[in-house]
């Protein structure tokens, strides 16, 4: 077993070695390749951030989505532009390395064409060599050997200096051309460089800009969740205090023999939280009951701007609703879904001009941010009859009212279940 683990170990070895030895063999023009390949992948994943962020903006506005891809977008921003130093370093090196062999090139060429240059003086001077002659003179059979050899070897020489000076010049062109390349591609990723880190700039300033905007809508998000928490505890006690009332006038009524109904109070006026107003005697039977669900008609006509439940928020955080925000032109008329006695008419703290109809049994129907009220506490309304006007303006929603159901007990529930069309 420690023999087999040792095994492994060296092999494990082996292979880092071996990887090692291969990255450090790579050469300058496999590393710029290899760039170029991530620099490719970087861009791709760029551009499809940017796809993203358009497709969330064109969305419903998330900020914390926007924050999101903005991150991921600064930081394939930062890899581009690393890769592009990179690459000018690389591109830099290579260029400077082309102008030294460019410079000794020139040297090389200044040398051999001054050596081919003093070569044809030379010529010129002794004038056409004549090889027959120098043939014929030689005075041996080796004297004829050398001689040709001569010949041979100095022919040989101008040829191969010619051929040189060509080489050398065509090198030379070949390398202008390399260096006017290599130029050419640092004057590119220097402006993509130049333009990348601005769209970095930029992308930083709209993050910070983001993460404001996100802040204040966290604060602004977190103050109107307190102040419905509020409201909403405020409208939990007058409703446990007109079921309070409810049920010790239907145990007065049970426990008179003659079942004698309550006159209505001859007085109304607007209802405050520290004390509800005295509950109005309630219809002998309930006119709301659960045979109702889905089949009421709705309070306003217009348009869902919040629903019953939680409802998440851009910036994370989440504020419950109790009812369904009816959006609706303002002065709307807004009437009873069923029959009932209003039980609250005036204005209540958060919600303005409220008015909450009772229908027995313990059902209440509430209808909040009202403009104008049009009917009284104590009075009997029956269905589609108009208790007020829709208001709401200065609410973020704006004009709008939001509309309850309370069963028993005071428990709110979905009121879109009860309205017509509303499932």
């Avoid at 930029?202 to 109107?224: F, K, P």
């Avoid at 505890?233 to 008179?256: C, H, P, Y």
């Avoid at 709401?392 to 704006?398: F, L, M, N, V, Y």
Wanted: aromatic share 4%.
């Amino acid at each position: 077993m420690a023999r087999s683990a040792g095994l492994l170990a060296a092999l494990v070895l082996a292979l880092g070695l071996a990887a090692g030895s291969a990255a450090a063999q790579r050469t300058p023009q496999q590393e710029i390749a290899e760039s170029e390949r991530r620099l490719e992948e970087i861009r791709q994943q760029r551009a499809q951030l940017r796809d993203e962020l358009t497709r969330i903006r064109g969305q419903v506005h998330d900020v914390a989505s926007e924050m999101a891809n903005l991150r991921r977008q600064v930081a394939a921003s930062a890899s581009l532009l690393a890769e592009l130093n990179f690459q000018v370093q690389e591109k830099n090196r290579e260029a400077e390395a082309t102008t030294r062999d460019l410079l000794a090139t020139q040297d090389q060429l200044a040398e051999r064409r001054a050596l081919l240059q003093r070569r044809l003086r030379d010529i010129y001077k002794r004038g056409p060599l004549p090889d027959v002659q120098v043939l014929l003179g030689a005075r041996s059979f080796a004297d004829l050997i050398n001689r040709y050899k001569y010949l041979y070897i100095v022919a040989r020489r101008d040829r191969s200096l010619v051929h040189e000076v060509d080489q050398l010049r065509d090198q030379l062109v070949l390398r202008d051309q390399e260096l006017k390349r290599a130029l050419s591609d640092i004057q590119y990723l220097q402006q993509e460089r130049e333009l990348e880190h601005s769209q970095l700039q930029a992308l930083a300033s709209e993050q910070g800009q983001n993460l404001s905007t996100l802040q204040v809508r966290e604060r602004s998000t977190l103050a109107r969740a307190n102040e419905l928490a509020a409201d909403e505890r405020r409208m939990a006690d007058l409703i446990g205090g007109l079921e309070r009332r409810r049920r010790e006038a239907e145990r007065l009524a049970a426990a008179s023999r003659p079942a004698e109904r309550p006159a209505a109070p001859a007085t109304g006026g607007a209802a405050t939280p520290s004390r509800p107003p005295a509950v109005a005697a309630a219809p002998s039977a309930p006119t709301l009951t659960p045979s109702d669900v889905g089949s009421l008609g709705w309070p306003v006509g217009g348009r869902i701007v919040y629903r019953f439940g939680r409802a998440p928020q851009a910036n994370g955080t989440t504020i419950r609703w109790n009812g369904v925000g009816i959006g609706a032109e303002a002065g709307s008329p807004v009437r009873a879904v069923e029959g009932g006695t209003v039980v609250l008419a005036g204005p209540f703290e958060g919600y303005g001009p409220t008015v909450v109809v009772s229908h027995g049994g313990g059902y209440y129907s509430l209808y909040l941010y009202l403009r104008d009220v049009s009917v009284r506490e104590g009075q009997s309304v029956a269905r589609g009859q108009q208790v007020g006007t829709v208001g709401g303006e200065s609410t973020p929603e704006g004009a709008h009212i939001e509309f309850q159901i309370r069963t028993p007990g005071g428990q709110a529930v979905d009121p879109l279940t009860w309205l017509r069309g509303g499932r």
